[in-house]
């Protein structure tokens, strides 16, 4: 897997922690399986996240990642497995917060919820 996981930028990272909450991981945590539709979009806020296939690491991301927003939306199953690292933070983006989001143009989370889910080309 190439590194094409869709990144926020520092300020748009802390514009959607000011709306969601921040999550702390005391261990490493398996969020999502492959071949499971996540029912919530995860972005990194601090620490890694690593996405594994049959035990193999394909990749850690970065904190601003955006994992599995597309494959929500989209009743897609997965193609990796999702583990948050020991130390990490994330915020989960809930899938009926997303089409509230995505429905008002006025929202001030719309650009970035639709360009997320524009670039979410990880799932």
Not at 18 to 35: A, G, P, S
Not at 71 to 76: D, T
Not at 94 to 116: A, G, M, T, V
């Amino acid at each position: 897997m190439k590194n094409n996981i869709p990144q926020l930028d520092a300020l748009n990272l802390k514009r959607i922690a000011d709306f969601f909450e921040v999550i702390t991981f005391n261990n490493d945590f398996d969020l999502v399986y492959e071949k499971q539709i996540s029912n919530t979009g995860i972005i990194l806020f601090h620490g890694e996240i690593e996405l594994f296939k049959k035990k193999k690491s394909l990749i850690i991301n970065t904190p601003g990642s955006i994992v599995g927003i597309n494959s929500m939306l989209e009743n897609v199953p997965l193609h990796y497995n999702c583990r948050v690292k020991k130390d990490s933070t994330i915020i989960m983006l809930p899938k009926s917060e997303i089409i509230k989001i995505l429905q008002k143009r006025n929202d001030p989370l719309y650009k970035i919820i639709s360009e997320c889910s524009q670039l979410d080309i990880a799932s």
